[in-house]
């Protein structure tokens, strides 16, 4: 089975069983999808009627787009016994679908909900900024996508390259005996609960941990994400040695930005990079860079 854009007359992609959604880095407008996900779907202008149907067997599928306008598709089945394909085109007066893509929105930094609350720790000695750094605290910082008219659209996946850090790292200094140290972690939980990640950290940072005789944190009782939810963990330490030459590979490695990929209930995708900095009022009122994480688009 397969279908072609009429007008092209080019295959439709189909997307891969791990896939929830047409990725913008494979340059294609449509694909087809064997499975449903937990993206909302489009309304049909059109159903077709059971009763016309009747006991004919069927088999259902979903369409993604990421291009605006219309398109016009015919199926193609393959005869199992003499591998001929049979279009539909020609068989009749709904022998093609027509399907419509929607413009994708734009999006700004304003998009974005980025809420921080202290949840360890004592209070900020600095009159200028409660979150100001204190030698051992906890931060967790909150991420929503406000939609149209301010309603929160819920995010349905959480990707990250195999090869991107989970956690980043950094450091008051990188002197070798160093131990005033700022690192993340994350917690995601889809809309659907499915996934219901705890806190979790970079396999880099548990083995820096590990040899330096420090123990990772985890997630505070009822303080993690709600469904929908991506939360980001804001730790300082002043007890994690930074080192010496032989671990600089893994230094090298967390001192990196985060490079986070969300997908939202409405099928949107969300390139996202978290970093440390301060505004300069920030830092007016007593913020350190390792204070506190900035959220950009990319």
Known sequence: MKFVNVVSNQQLPFL???EDALDAASGDGWAVNNNGNEIDRQPAVAHADDGILGPIRRRRFFMHSREPGMIKVRAEIQNAETYLWFKSEGMGADDTLEMTGLPLPSFTR??????RTRVAGDDSPSDGDEFAYVDNSTDYWLLEYVGRDTQIIKFARLRIASAANKSSVLWASHLVDDRFVSYTGFSFQSDDSNINDPLLFDGLLYRMAKQRS???PKL?????PGAGQLMLS???SDNFLFGDA???GYTQALEKSLLFDLIDKEGNEHPLRFEYGVEEDDARNGLAARDKLRLFRR
Do not use: I, P, W
């Open 16 to 18: 891969e069983k791990d």
């Open 110 to 115: 304003q998009s974005y909900s980025f809420v």
């Open 214 to 216: 420090h123990r990772l």
């Open 220 to 224: 505070l009782d009822e303080k993690g």
């Open 234 to 236: 804001l730790h300082r």
């Open 246 to 248: 032989a671990g600089s």
